[in-house]
């Protein structure tokens, strides 16, 4: 499968991709270093810049899209303007670009936080493009030695599996926020 990588920062999502047999079609990076390291270890791979200027109908099309979407507006230790910041506010462009491309698969990450400031806005965006999204919250401390939770969501394009459509509405999200610890599957 092909894959488009978004805030593709230094690789880390595409190296995974790539070892689990997945093709990298392109990248999106912004940050003139990532750049640099994403040339070197993706010499033949289209990059683009800056998200909000590109122009998603001349993009290729992918199974896969994944990527971490910019998170210190969602962070606790950042100011708490959620979704609403400007560079977490950058989540709209991610959107955009599975609407526009509505590959079989989604794959996001961000910070736990996410729970409390904007979780609710991703699952609607996807809802809305025709994705089932599951989600849960995975501990960091294994890999990194901290003790931080990541959230980590994969969403498929329901038609493309045969799926039952799912619409996330205002139940799923109060049934969603009763669950212990915020992980959950749309019902």
Known sequence: MRVGSLFAGIGGFDLGMERAGFTIAWQVENDP????VLAKHWPNVKRYGDI????????EPVDVICGGFPCQDISIAGKGAGLAGARSGLWREYAKAIQALKPKWVIIENVSAIRLRGLEQVLQDLSTSG????WDYLPTGILYGHKRERF?????????????????TEATWRA?????????VLP
């Open 33 to 36: 270093y990532c750049q640099r």
């Open 52 to 59: 909000t200027t590109i122009d998603w109908g001349a993009v």
């Open 131 to 134: 994705y089932d999204a599951e």
């Open 152 to 168: 980590l969501c994969v969403a498929y394009h329901s038609t493309s599996q045969g799926l039952e459509r799912r619409v996330f």
């Open 176 to 184: 969603f926020k009763q669950h212990p610890n915020g992980a959950g």
